[in-house]
């Protein structure tokens, strides 16, 4: 099953639904391409062009059990390397993959959805990236999950539009969801856990009306709305400084980080910021992951 979902596609061509979520067979039983406890630099062709995106196996990698994927997504001006430092899934029994984005409008990286991105589609890199790991590596498909950081993490409120029947559940941490991630009309719900600051001065918590960024309170409530959601969340705060909202009637969760800047947030010093925060969001996002599969195979 899934439960929330976020923004849709910018004008770059997509790839028709039908093939965007088209089952593959896995890879169990088959050798690895890589060698597991390492991070390894792979590469497809996805929409003619090269992509590539780094892997990291657990030490112990079973080619007969089946793990669950988690792809994290870099930000704006960053690469794979910077993400995997940054959001640190590759110390969990997954299978972590860090996409590379390309060079955008600016120079710089970046993903589908926003006003910088190349005019490639992501969408289908996702698609094709998802293919190809569920053919080389023994992958559960009902355990599919995305997080990113900043554009990234916009992106990956593009994807709970466009794959939430991919994907099992999203992450996304600092989004940037911009007006170029396009409409988003999912074709079921997904589940989200989002986190941002309120002293984020890059994508403010109180939006940015001259960039189309709306509040981030706004992007959840129409989250709620469009996933039918009790529109009033309950509030709780574990710990000082963490304010946490949660809707009834689907999976849709806030983690307010009061005074935290544009981070992904850590009590320890990590590549965004050499201040940390009261809190850690990885241990949280991959708690939430473990909890979510969808229904059936993909």
């Not at 994807?159 to 009309?185: E, H, I, K, T, W």
């Amino acid at each position: 099953m899934a439960a929330v979902v976020a923004l849709g596609v910018i004008g770059a061509p997509t790839a028709d639904a039908g093939t965007l979520n088209r089952p593959v067979r896995t890879g169990c039983g088959q050798a690895p391409p890589v060698t597991p406890g390492t991070t390894t630099t792979q590469h497809l062709t996805s929409g003619g062009l090269d992509r590539s995106y780094t892997v990291h196996l657990p030490a112990n990698y079973n080619k007969r059990k089946q793990y669950s994927v988690v792809v994290s997504y870099h930000g704006h001006k960053r690469d794979s390397a910077w993400q995997e430092e940054l959001s640190g899934f590759s110390v969990y029994d997954t299978i972590a993959v860090y996409p590379q984005g390309l060079i955008g409008t600016d120079g710089e990286s970046a993903w589908t959805g926003a006003p910088y991105s190349a005019a490639a589609d992501d969408v289908l890199f996702t698609k094709d990236l998802l293919d190809t790991l569920q053919s080389q590596y023994c992958v559960d498909t009902k355990r599919l999950y995305a997080a990113g950081k900043s554009n990234g993490g916009g992106f990956v409120g593009v994807l709970a539009c466009r794959m939430p029947d991919r994907f099992a559940a999203f992450a996304p941490v600092s989004g940037a969801f911009y007006p170029q991630g396009g409409d988003c009309n999912p074709s079921q719900h997904a589940a989200i856990i989002d986190f941002h600051g309120t002293a984020d001065t890059t994508i403010p918590y109180n939006g940015n009306p001259a960039k189309g960024l709306p509040s981030i309170q706004d992007w959840l409530a129409a989250w709620a709305q469009r996933d039918g959601c009790k529109p009033v969340p309950v509030t709780t705060t574990p710990q000082q400084g963490v304010q946490v909202q949660r809707w009834k009637s689907c999976d849709l969760v806030h983690y307010q980080i009061q005074g935290a800047g544009h981070v992904w947030p850590s009590t320890k010093p990590n590549p965004d910021s050499q201040t940390p925060t009261v809190m850690d969001a990885t241990p949280v996002i991959w708690d939430f992951f473990r909890t979510h599969q969808l229904a059936c195979d993909r």
